[in-house]
């Protein structure tokens, strides 16, 4: 009775030939840079909003204190006398 040549198609007992190993560690550093890049970014947009967030409240202190009477009086100094 003649032996099959078929390749045996469950894996080896370690679960992977050596060249899979290599590609499995190669895609694993490829999703951990991914992720990375994700995680820089997600950081930098949070930073950025908040930075943008302080600029606005900063502007907007800024505009009230120079709309506030004291401060249009500050700017206009003293009143001439008129007599």
Do not use: Y
């Amino acid at each position: 009775m003649p032996v099959s040549k078929n390749k045996p198609i469950t894996l080896s007992p370690e679960g992977s030939t050596p060249e899979s190993a290599s590609n499995t560690i190669a895609e694993q550093e490829e999703f951990r840079q991914h992720l990375r890049c994700l995680a820089v970014s997600a950081v930098q947009v949070l930073l950025e909003q908040v930075m943008r967030e302080e600029l606005d409240e900063s502007h907007r202190s800024l505009l009230g204190r120079m709309h506030s009477p004291s401060a249009v009086a500050i700017a206009m100094g003293p009143l001439p006398a008129t007599w």
